[in-house]
Every structure is written in structure tokens, then in C-alpha cells.
């Protein structure tokens, strides 16, 4: 079983991907230690449900310096503000900084990944927190987001209480189950729901568990 057909089988579970009413689900991807493939994981998974997206899917890179997601995807065209017209999940300090994140079209149809648009220097650190009505804005206009949380960071656990689930990425090369048991219980002690654990083996292959 490799990566590919392993998430095609987790999209068809999501089938119907936008819920009726027309509303779309927000999963963060998140490693339950570094290093375990939780990128990689994210956006595959995010491509092949934009095969079947109608409204779209976002890919959300939460690596703001680096925009690993976005050159990997390969973005170009026009650039679309990301907050909905709302307020959103990150503030940028200080908060005078020439900096805004932004999203733009993969070459991948229907897939759009975000970025960070700053001046060098400028951006001291990008805050992550709560923003319940911004992602009931994403769901009424888009059919999934997924979101790519770096494991060595807990900034993103600020955000689960408000999403639709948290697939854990564990790295099946490290035999103790700690890591993943301690991101969980951090996961649900924020009001978040982990929706399932994807084991992602050393050959590059994958095995997911609802």
C-alpha cells in the first residue's frame, strides 16, 4: 500500500467532502514528533481531494518563513486574501509590519496554498489563537481546508478547539508510543478531536487508522 492510495482511501471517507448545506470541514495534519512526514502527508492529502473539490481546497502552511507548501505546489496566478473577511487565527508582530498571508492557485486544480508576503527582517513572529468565526467563514466557502502543523512546535494547538479533527502523523521507525499519546492528550486537553493516526513507514509508505 503506498501514500497515495492509503489517503485516496481517507478522502473517500470524507465523502461527500463539503457536508450538506454546503458546508466544508477544516483537519490540521500534525507530526507526533519531528520529522515524521506530517508535510508530506498534508499535502498529498490536500491534492487529491482537490480532484474532487468543487469549491476548493486550502492547503494552510503554518511554516510562515519558510512556505515550504507553496513552492512544493508549485503556486502562481492571482493572490487571494486569506482572512474571509474576518478576523483571523494569526496576528503578525510587530503589528505594523509590512507582511499579510496570502493564498494562490497550485498547478494542481482547485488547490490553493498559503503564503506569507513580507519584506525581509520584517516579521518578528506570527501568533496563532482562536478564531471560531473565521473557520465557520472557510467552511461556508470552501469544501476542506487542511492545515500543515509543524510537530516541533505546540503554537498550533492553540487553534484545534475550533476544528473539525487533528490526524496525528507518527514516524513508524520509533518503536515507544509516548510522542503520540502526549500529543493527543495535549490535543484534547485544547477541546480538539483526534480523528485519526497515520503511521508513516521508512520505505515511504503509509497506513492509516480511523
Not at 153 to 172: F, M, Q, T
Amino acid at each position: 500500500m503506498n501514500l497515495t492510495q492509503d489517503l485516496s482511501t481517507l478522502i473517500d471517507q470524507l465523502e461527500p467532502i463539503a457536508r450538506p448545506g454546503g458546508e466544508g470541514r477544516v483537519l490540521m495534519v500534525m507530526g507526533a514528533s519531528r520529522g515524521a512526514g506530517a508535510s508530506t502527508v498534508a499535502r498529498e492529502l490536500a491534492r487529491l481531494a482537490a480532484r474532487r473539490s468543487h469549491r476548493g481546497v486550502w492547503l494552510y502552511d503554518l511554516d510562515f518563513a519558510g512556505n515550504t507548501q507553496a513552492e512544493a505546489a508549485r503556486v502562481q496566478g492571482p493572490v487571494f486574501d486569506a482572512r474571509f473577511g474576518r478576523d483571523p487565527f494569526w496576528r503578525i508582530e510587530p503589528g505594523d509590519a509590512p507582511a499579510r498571508i496570502v493564498a494562490r492557485e497550485s498547478v494542481a486544480p482547485n488547490l490553493f496554498v498559503t503564503q506569507m508576503q513580507a519584506r525581509r527582517d520584517t516579521v518578528k513572529q506570527v501568533i496563532l489563537g482562536p478564531a471560531p468565526e473565521y473557520w465557520k467563514a472557510v467552511r461556508r466557502s470552501i469544501d476542506l481546508a487542511i492545515i500543515d502543523a509543524p510537530g516541533n512546535s505546540r503554537a498550533p494547538l492553540s487553534l484545534v478547539g475550533d476544528l473539525d479533527g487533528v490526524i496525528l502523523v507518527a514516524d513508524a521507525r520509533l518503536s515507544r508510543t509516548d510522542g503520540i499519546m502526549a500529543r493527543r492528550q495535549a490535543i484534547e486537553a485544547r477541546g480538539g478531536v483526534v480523528a485519526g493516526i497515520i503511521v508513516n513507514r521508512a520505505d515511504g509508505q503509509a497506513r492509516s487508522a480511523a
